[in-house]
């Protein structure tokens, strides 16, 4: 059986299932993992495809959720995996860039030879094969000397290219796919986002006093007037 680490940065992490047990990002990755394990029949010919999505509650609000999905297509050794997103910045923008690495990660830790990263944030795929090594080039500035948002994420995912670019034997290839257009794993890995992104707003409510969430939602209109 083929052992893959949850993502860099996700170790240690406490999530909630669906069931509301307790559980490491290791332990939601072990499971998810043996239910696949040997599941489905595996096209040689064709690439594993990894779909991934980011989806953010209320974006641009004190109170924003953001979380992360990836459906996998054409693996007996990986499936479906959601979460939260960590940390304090809590957007759609950077959701899409977490969910890639994810799916990077993931697709290394397989015996799969080759694969396809589908997203449907254009931003994402040019920045992957169009912009990644200027920014680097440029110590992580754009063209009009402002730092690059994201970067730390960005940096992660040009280090996960580079390992399939020096491996002979393996690749990985980045498409766009037109979002809610009807695309199977496309809509699975917005569902699986969806979940990840209501996973963080619940944490956020049960680490806070009761009435925290609606206190903060009136304070913050209120203050709009």
């Known amino acids: 059986m083929v052992v893959v680490p949850p993502p860099v940065g996700l170790r240690g992490e406490i999530c909630l299932n669906e069931e509301g047990e307790n559980l490491t990002m290791a332990e939601i990755f ?24 980011g989806s953010c509650l209320d974006g641009g609000k004190p109170w924003a959720a953001a979380g992360w999905g990836v459906h996998v297509v054409n693996s007996d050794q990986l499936g ?9 910045i809590q957007t759609n923008a950077r959701a899409e860039l977490v969910t890639i690495e994810v799916a990077l990660q993931l697709a290394w830790g397989t015996t ?19 912009w990644l090594h ?24 040009l280090a996960w290219v580079r390992k399939f670019e020096r491996d002979a034997d393996r690749s990985v290839a ?9 695309i199977r794993g496309n809509e699975r890995a917005d569902e699986l986002a969806a979940k990840g992104s209501r996973l963080r707003h619940n944490l956020m409510v049960q680490a806070h ?14 203050n709009r007037i």
């Not at 072990?30 to 990894?50: F, H, I, K, N, Y």
Request: charged share 25%; hydrophobic share 35%; glycine share 10%.
């Open 80 to 88: 479906g995996y959601y979460a939260a997103l960590v940390g304090t």
């Open 112 to 130: 799969h030879k080759h694969f396809r990263v589908l997203t449907d944030c254009e931003f994402a795929k040019r920045g992957i094969e169009l």
């Open 134 to 157: 200027k920014w680097e080039r440029n110590g992580w500035q754009t063209t009009r000397g402002n730092l690059v948002s994201h970067s730390d994420v960005w940096k992660r995912i």
């Open 174 to 182: 980045f498409l766009h796919v037109k979002a809610h257009s009807g």
């Open 209 to 222: 006093p009761a009435g925290w969430f609606r206190g903060m939602v009136e304070r913050y209109y209120q």
């Open 30 to 53: 072990a499971r998810s993992m043996m239910e696949v394990q040997g599941a489905c029949e595996v096209d040689a010919l064709c690439p594993t495809d990894l779909y991934t999505d």
